[in-house]
């Protein structure tokens, strides 16, 4: 302990007070400085196969968190409960008396946080501790970091060394910003919050602490150091943005860079996937749910593509090309892969090999495995009998996945994902999103604004399978501390600020009555990336039905083979007509209404007031154009 303190001071490294009064009186410290030897630790000891993390809960005795399996491919963590195998989304409490839009510690839990603090640091004094640096962002852009975490939580703190690069002491020295650090407490979920998800966030001057409460990754190790990137691009006029990024190439060699935003769920790790084909060589789009037909493509060749960023991306203006395209780099060390879309072996070829024999050690979350064996991606643990887990993960380094793009790329199409329920015209819903949808700048702006979480929500614990619920500004406003008017302020000017980029609505899992996966968005990439930089053409589509989403394809051919209308003109299925379509149409307006007139408030930039009011006043499509026109856009008639 007083070695690493003196061996910081050495360095002209500062740490807060309360970080050397834990450090200084605890039961002892490992400093940890490689994944490795996070892995070794995450079962008690290299020589051990399998453990229990548990912790001594007043009145419920000693209680298992969870067990973790040290496996051929990495190490393996199931949680002893299904509630703690998703993301809990109202997780987040601010302890300090910044600015903000969140819900204060005080307010919700009727007490001030120094008095939890204070009980939280004498807790962790008595623990043995794991004590790591960390950088979260890209070389000199973001934010650096330290962790305490329980020794025998080694398991939680490899995912976030994993995630946000472990920083070895030695390269530690006064150059490097101490800009954050977690606490890791994770009894305290029983005796304080009746066993849920608590992260709560401490922004003092020059540091973001943030106390975790649990042991599931994503509101912390994850989502928590997410905010601390955005509460520093909220002070300093930056974004890093809630998507992913791939760079395709056609067979014609024509590059396009797709970023795909969304709520969880809504398909970014999803744009990385290979399409499938079936054993004849043809493409599935979908099945009829009610009918069971099913619909088939052929693409003789697909395109390559090249995977940037998995779901946060650094927006810094340093990055800036001058190009009118927005550009960006990726945020993350590794990637925090939802696998419950392979059920199979051979379901996805390429992430089976990736994580069956990785040249390093993976970490995996809510897969069956047994100690010593190996870990497979498609062996799901069940929340109950017959009931798979919807959220099981791999964490992924980017080093190991083939053909990542380590430099900042500029974007050509911004498309956004919307998990989508079925639709019928007996049982209405917002499924009536087609394909792909072309979208005017404004119109894009306020799906970021509304940004739905969409149909059976696998990531989420609360979310309800059909009702629509929003994730808020950027689809990541439930990961920032500060207030959304300025966050959707930002994101406007980023818009007007990169005219030259295309943008995209794509939905997921249905499109009206066929089931259709991700594969929406899959053809998009397919097609508009053999397209290059060639505008669609004036007759290839229209204004939508449906304003709010942007205009509609008239046809769509992909290597002659033809999408049949159904799938781009949702009330063409004859199982929605304009009936099932326009009361779809109610629901998602009446969503949008009640979602954007949060946004009128002092603060929110004339622009953004216009657009807003537009929306609440039914806009026509070409008049969202035209106030933020499209790029190569010329009007069309309207239907």
Avoid at 257 to 286: V, Y
Wanted: hydrophobic share 35%; proline share 7%.
């Amino acid at each position: 302990m007083t070695n690493l303190l003196e061996t910081l001071e050495s360095k002209g490294v500062r740490l807060s007070a309360s970080l050397i009064d834990v450090i200084s009186n605890c039961k002892g410290i490992k400093v940890f400085n490689t994944v490795e030897e996070l892995a070794a630790a995450s079962t008690g000891g290299i020589e051990n196969d399998t453990f229990e993390v548990k912790y001594e809960v007043p009145g419920k005795g000693l209680y298992t968190e969870a067990v973790v399996n040290r496996v051929t491919n990495g190490i393996s963590a199931n949680y002893t409960e299904a509630y703690m195998r998703r993301r809990d989304p109202n997780t987040m409490a601010i302890a300090d008396d910044k600015p903000t839009d969140k819900v204060r510690f005080k307010d919700k839990y009727g007490y001030d946080f120094s008095v939890l603090r204070a009980e939280t640091e004498e807790w962790l004094k008595d623990q043995e501790l794991a004590v790591f640096f960390y950088f979260a962002g890209y070389e000199n852009i973001g934010a650096g970091g330290i962790a305490i975490c329980p020794t025998n939580a080694a398991f939680f703190a490899m995912g976030l060394a994993m995630l946000q690069q472990i920083v070895p002491v030695d390269k530690v020295d006064a150059s490097f910003s101490l800009d954050s650090v977690i606490y890791v407490a994770p009894p305290f979920r029983h005796t304080h919050f009746e066993g849920k998800q608590v992260v709560v966030h401490n922004r003092v001057d020059n540091l973001h602490e943030i106390f975790s409460f649990n042991l599931y990754p994503g509101p912390s190790a994850k989502k928590g150091l997410y905010s601390v990137l955005l509460d520093k691009g909220e002070k300093e006029n930056w974004i890093t943005t809630h998507c992913s990024t791939v760079l395709a190439i056609s067979p014609y060699d024509n590059v396009t860079t797709f970023m795909h935003e969304g709520a969880s769920g809504g398909g970014k790790s999803e744009m990385h996937q290979h399409i499938l084909r079936e054993p004849d060589g043809q493409i599935l789009i979908g099945e009829n749910l009610l009918t069971k037909e099913k619909r088939m493509i052929t693409i003789p060749m697909f395109c390559q593509f090249r995977p940037v960023t998995d779901d946060m991306a650094l927006c810094h203006p340093s990055l800036n090309k001058g190009n009118g395209k927005l550009t960006l780099v990726d945020a993350e060390n590794s990637w925090f892969i939802r696998v419950d879309s392979i059920k199979e072996y051979g379901d996805d070829p390429f992430l089976e090999k990736l994580t069956i024999k990785p040249s390093t050690p993976l970490l995996f979350l809510n897969v069956e495995s047994k100690p010593g064996c190996t870990a497979l991606v498609w062996d799901h643990i069940e929340d109950e009998p017959g009931k798979r887990c919807p959220n099981p993960r791999v964490v992924v380094p980017r080093t190991i996945v083939p053909n990542t793009i380590d430099q900042a790329v500029s974007i050509d199409v911004r498309s956004f994902g919307v998990r989508t329920p079925p639709c019928t015209a007996e049982d209405p819903s917002y499924g009536i999103i087609g394909i792909f949808h072309i979208l005017p700048p404004a119109l894009a702006w306020l799906w970021r604004l509304v940004a739905p979480r969409g149909y059976a929500n696998p990531s989420i614990s609360s979310s309800s399978n059909a009702a629509m619920e929003s994730e808020g500004v950027g689809s990541y406003w439930p990961f920032a501390t500060g207030e959304m008017v300025q966050h959707a302020n930002m994101l406007l000017d980023q818009i007007v600020s990169t005219p030259k980029v295309e943008y995209t609505l794509a939905p997921n899992q249905h499109i009206g009555a066929w089931k259709v996966g991700f594969k929406p968005q899959l053809f998009m990439r397919e097609y508009l990336t053999r397209r290059g930089n060639v505008s669609l053409r004036s007759d290839q589509y229209q204004p939508a039905r449906s304003s709010l989403l942007g205009y509609e394809l008239n046809y769509l051919t992909i290597e002659g083979s033809k999408i049949p209308s159904r799938f781009l003109k949702v009330y063409k299925q004859p199982e929605i007509g304009f009936e099932g379509y326009d009361k779809g149409h109610a629901i998602l307006n009446e969503f949008f209404k009640k979602e954007v007139k949060k946004y009128l408030r002092p603060g929110l930039s004339p622009l953004g007031r216009k657009i807003i009011e537009a929306c609440l006043n039914d806009a026509t499509v070409e008049e969202y154009n035209s106030i933020l026109p499209m790029a190569n856009h010329s009007p069309v008639p309207q239907k």
